[in-house]
């Protein structure tokens, strides 16, 4: 009989043992992520990696985007203040003699008419080219 009871204590120091051991896997394996869900956040990272590539591009495109556009408006600027500092003198000395206004205005119409009869003749010459 005390070999029984023996036994019986030492089933059930086993028993213990194995259900302590169960238990501990049990918890160890609840902490991790089933196959189902690691492929539910794995499609999730992919999704973010794509996301980010893109707006990555994005961002190097409104970079490139914005510096030219600042390119381009330093470079109007700079036409603008040129064309002032042409055209200040001229305001100023015009204002002062109406008759200086009018011969440089003259002048400039002569010159349109001589470069219009240059454009009129290379036409008409060009016709003839092509009629021939």
């Known amino acids: 009989m005390k070999a029984q009871e023996s036994r019986i204590l030492e089933l059930t120091a086993l028993y213990e043992n194995e259900k302590q051991q169960l238990l501990n896997l049990k918890e160890a394996t609840d902490e991790r992520v089933s196959r189902k869900e690691a492929d539910v956040l794995y499609a999730r990272l992919e999704r973010y990696e794509l996301e980010r590539a893109e707006l990555k591009s ?47 205005l003259s002048f400039e119409l002569m010159t349109s008419q001589w470069n219009e009869a240059e454009v009129n003749k290379k036409n008409d010459e060009l016709a003839n080219k092509v009629r021939c």
């Open 58 to 104: 994005a961002i190097h495109n409104y970079k490139y985007l914005y510096s030219a556009a600042m390119a381009q408006a330093k470079q109007l600027s700079l036409n603008l203040e040129k064309q002032k500092a042409l055209i200040q003198p001229s305001q100023t000395s015009f204002s002062n003699d109406p008759q200086l206004l009018i011969g440089k």
